[in-house]
């Protein structure tokens, strides 16, 4: 599986970015999708997921509200829209991938494949 991310930049406090992540190499028809980032000094966090084979989604609390995960089955892609951004949002994301049936879809333990990576900065 090879998961290829795009978005993320810089942007004031209050403002809006959106992520990519583009899947490849997979047969599955139901997989889970996860945007996971680790702050500097702090351990990873699971943010958003998404099981594709029924949208059924789940967000973390510091995220619930502003953040959204969807994907679009078409074009094997998924999104993380990210609203009213804070400092403390501030870290690198990256996209996760897994076939097998998650207890914990916010767990970064419980994924195998992921993404380069793409950093968000909010001043």
């Known amino acids: 599986v090879q998961l290829v991310e795009s978005g993320g930049g810089s942007v004031k406090a209050g403002g809006s970015v959106r992520l990519s992540c583009v899947a490849s190499?997979?047969?599955?028809?139901?997989?889970?999708v996860a945007w996971i980032r680790q702050a500097a000094g702090k351990g990873r966090e699971g943010v958003a997921s998404?099981?594709?084979?029924?949208?059924?989604?789940c967000y973390a609390d510091s995220v619930k509200g502003r953040f959204a995960i969807w994907q679009d089955s078409a074009d094997y892609t998924g999104y993380l829209q990210m609203n009213n951004l804070k400092p403390e949002d501030t870290a690198p994301y990256y996209c996760?991938?897994?076939?097998?049936?998650?207890?914990?879809?916010?767990?970064?333990?419980?994924?195998?494949?992921w993404g380069q990576g793409t950093q968000v900065t909010v001043s």
């Open positions: 190499g997979f047969t599955e028809s139901g997989n889970y």
């Open positions: 996760a991938f897994q076939v097998n049936y998650l207890t914990d879809p916010l767990s970064a333990n419980e994924y195998a494949f």
């Open positions: 998404i099981y594709t084979g029924t949208d059924r989604t």
